[in-house]
């Protein structure tokens, strides 16, 4: 199985501050890569898609970048409703694989 | 408006099986490839299991096969998953969730609430 590191496990930012989360897959997975927010007690949504790809109706702030191993997902202006846990997920090969979740939190 | 219902979660003791279900509202049900994906309390997400559009095609986490079982009548708008043999690290919460494609496996689109499922004796 593909094994995905996210880092880091948790994050503490100030509002309006500029948030990256990293993604390293174990091996090469092109740009199979996608990103997901989890409010508390919510189902996960849909974020970024095929690495780069915002999904429809998610604000512009959201972006992610990368490609083969190491990908990012960026916050550009953290906002209070941000608050989640962020997971990586590749579907290069099955079985699909999550990282271990970030837990954004606010400062 | 995409809507993913589950059902069918409940307590239940190890080695014992539960049916989960999952109905589909909102969009072309047979078109697409469909999904379980779990999350124990407190830890992260963890694929299941996934069907193609016409049932064709079908995977399995290596936790899960041979002892759980995917199926989905498309005229019915339902996914299904068979869990035998269970074991209290089946415990989790079970999501439904929608593939944007319908054949081979690309991202979840669409996730319902979940069900609980709990074994314990």
């Known amino acids: 199985d593909i094994q995905m590191t996210q880092s880091p496990s948790s994050l503490s930012a100030s509002v309006g501050d500029r948030v990256t989360i990293t993604c390293q897959a174990s091996?090469?997975?092109?740009?199979?890569l996608n990103w997901y927010q989890q409010k508390p007690g919510k189902a996960p949504k849909l974020l970024i898609y095929d690495a780069s790809n915002l999904e429809t109706g998610v604000p512009s702030r959201f972006s992610g970048s990368g490609s083969g191993t190491d990908f990012t997902f960026t916050i550009s202006s953290l906002q209070p409703e941000d608050i989640a846990t962020y997971y990586c997920q590749q579907y290069d090969n099955l079985p699909p694989t999550f990282g271990q979740g970030t837990k954004l939190e606010i400062k | 408006e995409v809507q993913l219902v589950e059902s069918g979660g409940g307590l239940v003791q190890p080695g014992r099986s539960l049916r989960l279900s999952c109905a589909a509202s909102g969009f072309t049900f047979d078109d697409y490839a469909m999904h379980w994906v779990r999350q124990a309390p407190g830890k992260g997400l963890e694929w299941v299991s996934g069907i193609s559009w016409n049932s064709g095609s079908i995977g399995y986490a290596d936790s899960v096969k041979g002892r759980f079982t995917i199926s989905r009548d498309n005229a019915k708008n339902s996914l299904y998953l068979q869990m035998n043999s269970l074991r209290a690290e089946d415990t989790a919460l079970y999501y439904c969730a929608k593939d944007r494609g319908g054949v081979g496996l690309s991202y979840f689109d669409y996730w319902g609430q979940g069900t609980l499922v709990t074994v314990s004796s």
């Open positions: 091996q090469d997975i092109s740009n199979y």
